[in-house]
């Protein structure tokens, strides 16, 4: 201090905290860049997608400040049974920092001894490892990979969110995203899962086929037994009808009339069957055949099959049925109509739907 004079220095300062943003990227633009902040809220639309096949979504944690913290990730419904991560060949996606490059010199992999019996092929182990995640029966789980970690100053962070499911339907959930000590981000999950946890143990489970060969007109009964089994958490309702197609047929659409329900349960459960009540319907749907009585014939016409369980039905030919009126000659389907009406699990379900297989 020069002559007893004084110098004061003003300081001031802007303190800011963490600085984090969420993005949900297409999976093709999950490069670690990112640019303006994201205006439109983010969300993980896995789509429409087949049960039991998993699908990938990236969530970018950009964290725009200096300062490093921790994040952890879970959602709040649908979360996976077990506790370890996806393998890498279960995931669909793999996460952005572990992706490689391989070389000529290094494609060739480890694989299951041939002679192990107890080795699994990857499709295999992906398959067991997604049964174990679903096995609370809720229908569907996402999994976040990594679930936490470490989130660097001026950094990002990919993670990849993985669904998969083994029963129809439209899944809503959230993604509850925990940064440092700030309020915790929930980023909406939509799913919609397509398809039938029904499996048909035949040569052609996609379309299945049942071949009964030739017989003379007059040979008795002739029987085949398909077995069903569920795959799904809950108890699936099959609801038999066949048809016969002709090749003058032209029709295009039928208009269908029922009164009360359009499948009564036949299983003397008068809950059941008091709750159509006397409710007209009406509906118009493409035409594929002429309902009939023969000579296809299954028994029982209505069945359950078990969650997780198996069950069968016999498919009845008869050969004599149309002697005299046609050339023998039979081209048919049947539908079988799948719904979870009366189903303890999930009473409020409504849903009918066919799966056609051919005799």
Not at 203 to 214: A, D, H, L, Q
Not at 247 to 253: C, E, G, H, Q, S
Not at 255 to 273: H, M, Q, W
Request: with cysteine.
């Amino acid at each position: 201090m020069a002559g007893g004079k004084v110098l004061a220095l003003g300081i001031k300062a802007e303190v800011r905290g963490l600085h984090i943003i969420h993005e949900t990227p297409d999976v093709n633009q999950i490069a670690p860049e990112t640019g303006a902040e994201q205006l439109e809220s983010p969300i993980l639309d896995f789509g429409t997608t087949e049960i039991l096949k998993t699908t990938s979504r990236v969530l970018k944690i950009i964290n725009k400040s200096h300062i490093a913290t921790n994040f952890s990730l879970h959602v709040i419904n649908f979360d996976g049974a077990g506790t370890t991560p996806p393998p890498l060949s279960a995931r669909g996606l793999t996460n952005l920092s572990e992706r490689t490059f391989r070389s000529a010199s290094n494609l060739l992999t480890k694989s299951s001894a041939l002679l192990d019996p107890k080795s699994k092929s990857r499709k295999q182990g992906d398959l067991e490892y997604w049964k174990g995640q679903l096995k609370d029966n809720k229908g569907a789980c996402f999994i976040a990979s990594p679930s936490s970690g470490y989130l660097p100053g001026n950094g990002v962070t990919i993670v990849t969110i993985h669904a998969n499911s083994d029963m129809w339907g439209q899944y809503n959930d959230v993604l509850v995203s925990q940064v440092g000590n700030m309020d915790p981000v929930e980023i909406p999950i939509k799913l919609n899962a397509i398809n039938s946890p029904l499996y048909y143990k035949l040569s052609n489970n996609n379309k299945p086929t049942v071949r009964f060969g030739s017989y003379p007109l007059n040979e008795q009964l002739v029987t085949r037994t398909v077995h069903i089994s569920n795959q799904g958490p809950v108890d699936i309702r099959l609801d038999w009808e066949t048809y016969n197609v002709s090749p003058t047929d032209d029709t295009l659409i039928d208009l269908n009339f029922y009164i009360g329900d359009a499948f009564p349960d036949k299983s003397g459960n008068k809950e059941e069957a008091e709750e159509g009540g006397d409710l007209i319907r009406l509906g118009v749907v493409p035409h594929e055949g002429e309902r009939s009585t023969g000579p296809f014939i299954f028994s029982p016409d209505q069945c359950v099959i078990p969650a997780r369980g198996s069950s069968k039905v016999t498919l009845i030919f008869d050969p004599q049925y149309g002697t005299g009126k046609c050339g023998g000659d039979y081209h048919s389907f049947a539908l079988a109509y799948q719904s979870l009406k009366g189903n303890k699990n999930s009473p409020s379900v409504r849903d009918y739907k066919a799966n056609k297989c051919l005799p």
